[in-house]
């Protein structure tokens, strides 16, 4: 099984950039998708941002045009910028076979008014 693991989690201004990165043990192509998903306090987690096998690109509604997610066989990236405060949220990595997920241990982000 996968082993996932997310950095660049951080504090930041509104307004500013991000960049998340999700390393991965094995080959992503080997996965239907993968993506990240967020986590705010006292909230459920929501899907941000997933790409499948063949290259499709998903985004909330609330990062399209601010986010951008890429991949390659070893790792996941998800450009985040014009950041605002209703991001701030614990950022999971996300790879999916049909019969089973697996997620990264979450990186923070937080973004200051």
């Known amino acids: 099984q996968v082993q996932l693991v997310e950095s660049g989690g951080d504090l930041v201004q509104a307004g500013g950039s991000l960049r998340l990165s999700c390393a991965a043990s094995?080959?992503?192509?080997?996965?239907?998708?993968v993506g990240w998903y967020r986590q705010a306090p006292g909230k459920q987690r929501e899907l941000v941002a997933t790409?499948?096998?063949?290259?499709t690109i998903k985004y909330a509604d609330s990062v399209k045009g601010r986010f951008t997610i890429s991949r390659d066989s070893a790792k996941i990236d998800l450009q985040m910028d014009s950041l605002k405060p209703e991001d701030t949220a614990v950022y999971y990595c996300n790879a999916k076979l049909p019969s089973k997920d697996y997620w990264g241990q979450g990186t923070q982000v937080t973004v200051s008014s």
């Open positions: 790409i499948n096998v063949g290259g």
């Open positions: 094995e080959n992503l192509f080997m996965y239907n998708v």
